[in-house]
């Protein structure tokens, strides 16, 4: 079971980014989705997040302005993120926390992580 990132690049600023993340892999549920980031010298922080139930939470930094979703037919999560800024710029990381099929054994996965450069 692992997490695969798709999305990301170069953009200006004011422009907009869609990333995905799909869960691969035989799990019997997905409780937790989100997205996290971390620029140069800074610490990982938390962009945003998606409940089973669709509760969603986001850094005041980004909200307005960037809109998780997920598809759970297709174990995705997705993050659209508009009106970027250049102190958006950071490795996005994805988060799932799953319970793998038959074995009930609960997971914390990361993706792989997945540059965004914003110019200004």
């Known amino acids: 079971v692992q997490l695969q990132a798709y999305g990301g690049g170069l953009v200006q600023s004011g422009g907009s980014l869609r990333l995905s993340c799909a869960v691969s892999?035989?799990?019997?549920?997905?409780?937790?989705m989100g997205w996290y980031r971390q620029a140069p010298g800074k610490q990982r922080e938390l962009v945003t997040s998606?409940?089973?139930?669709?509760?969603?939470n986001y850094a005041d930094s980004v909200k307005g302005r960037f809109t998780i979703s997920r598809d759970n037919a297709k174990n995705t999560v997705y993050l659209q993120m508009n009106s970027l800024k250049p102190e958006d710029t950071a490795v996005y990381y994805c988060?799932?926390?799953?319970?793998?099929?038959?074995?009930?054994?609960?997971?914390?996965?990361w993706g792989q992580g997945t540059q965004v450069t914003v110019s200004s």
């Open positions: 998606i409940s089973s139930a669709g509760t969603t």
């Open positions: 892999g035989s799990v019997s549920s997905i409780n937790y």
């Open positions: 988060n799932a926390r799953v319970v793998i099929r038959v074995s009930h054994v609960n997971r914390d996965l």
